[in-house]
Each structure stands twice: as structure tokens, then as C-alpha cells.
């Protein structure tokens, strides 16, 4: 059954990750500032799920945006589609 990520976001956080780690393909792991980012692809959206090393802990879960800065750092590793990168 296809979700929406309205449905995705309106569930508890714990029910995020655990649908995200279930249900989802994980696609990369980019480093960022203080966290490490992992991109999966779920249904048919993309999420980044912000994970705090110092804290050992998951910080958030963020729909990507494909204009913010952090894309580079994923196309230096694999191809997103290409309305992703109209966005660039």
C-alpha cells in the first residue's frame, strides 16, 4: 500500500524510524556538521534521517530537499533522478 509522506510525518517518531527501517531502502550515508545522514528512499519520497554521534541517538527525520546545499554531497556519490537535479 502506498503512503503518502503526510501519513509518513503523522506518525510518533519512534513509529518513523521503525517504518523507515523496515520499509525502506537505504540509498546512502553522507557526513554533515556533527551528524551523520542517511538518505533512504521510502515509498516514493527520500528521507534523510539525522543521527547525532555524540549523542548516540536520531536526531530527526527530514524530507530532502533538493535545493538545499547538502545535495552535492549526494551527487558526488550516486545519481538522483533527474527532476532532482532541476532543482539543483
Not at 556538521?33 to 521510502?42: E, F, Q, S, T, V
Request: no cysteine; hydrophobic share 40%; charged share 25%.
Amino acid at each position: 500500500m502506498q503512503h503518502s509522506f503526510f501519513d509518513f510525518f503523522n506518525l510518533s517518531f519512534e513509529s518513523q524510524i521503525k517504518r523507515l527501517y523496515r520499509e525502506g531502502d537505504f540509498i546512502v550515508a553522507i557526513r554533515y556538521y556533527g551528524y551523520k545522514i542517511n538518505l533512504y528512499l521510502l515509498d516514493d519520497y527520500y528521507l534523510e534521517v539525522f543521527y547525532n554521534h555524540k549523542l548516540d541517538k536520531i536526531e530527526k527525520i527530514e524530507l530532502l530537499d533538493f535545493a538545499h546545499s547538502r545535495m552535492k554531497f549526494y551527487a558526488d556519490q550516486i545519481a538522483l533522478p533527474s527532476f532532482a537535479k532541476a532543482n539543483s
